[in-house]
C-alpha cells in the first residue's frame, strides 16, 4: 500500500512564500514521477510541476519563474517552493507519485490534498 502525506500549506499573503512537502512510502515502492497538482473550486484538477528520475522538471506557464520543484525520486520525496503567491494560486494541493511501467502502462497515487490560500 502506497501512501502519500503532505504538509506545508496555509494562509499567506499576496506576494508571501509557502513551501510543501510530500513523502511517499510504501513497501518497494519507487516512483518514476512526482509532482503537485491543484484544484480550485469550480475548476478542473491541473499538473503545477513535475519531477522526473532524471530530474527534467516541467511547469504550469502560469507559476514559471515563481514556482520551484525539488525532490528526490530514489527518496519518494518532493517539495514546491512557491513565491511572489498570487490569489489565483488558491487551491488544493495535491501531491502525486507516478510509476510507470515498460508496458506504456502507469498507476497514479495522491496525497490527501493540503489547502493553501493566498488572500489580497
Known amino acids: 500500500q502506497v501512501q502519500l502525506v503532505e504538509s506545508g500549506g496555509g494562509l499567506v499573503q499576496v506576494g508571501g512564500s509557502l513551501r510543501l512537502s510530500c513523502a511517499a512510502s510504501g513497501s518497494g515502492f519507487r516512483a518514476n514521477v512526482m509532482g503537485w497538482y491543484r484544484q480550485a473550486p469550480g475548476k478542473q484538477r491541473e499538473l503545477v510541476a513535475t519531477?522526473?528520475?532524471?530530474?527534467?522538471?516541467n511547469y504550469l506557464d502560469s507559476v514559471k519563474g515563481r514556482f520551484t520543484i525539488s525532490g528526490d525520486n530514489a527518496k519518494n520525496t518532493v517539495y514546491l517552493q512557491m513565491d511572489s503567491l498570487k490569489p489565483e494560486d488558491t487551491a488544493v494541493y495535491y501531491c502525486?507519485?507516478?510509476?510507470?511501467?515498460?508496458?506504456?502502462?502507469?498507476?497514479?497515487?495522491w496525497g490527501q490534498g493540503t489547502q493553501v490560500t493566498v488572500s489580497s
Open positions: 519531477i522526473a528520475s532524471g530530474f527534467s522538471t
Open positions: 502525486n507519485a507516478r510509476r510507470t511501467y515498460i508496458t506504456g502502462t502507469w498507476l497514479d497515487f
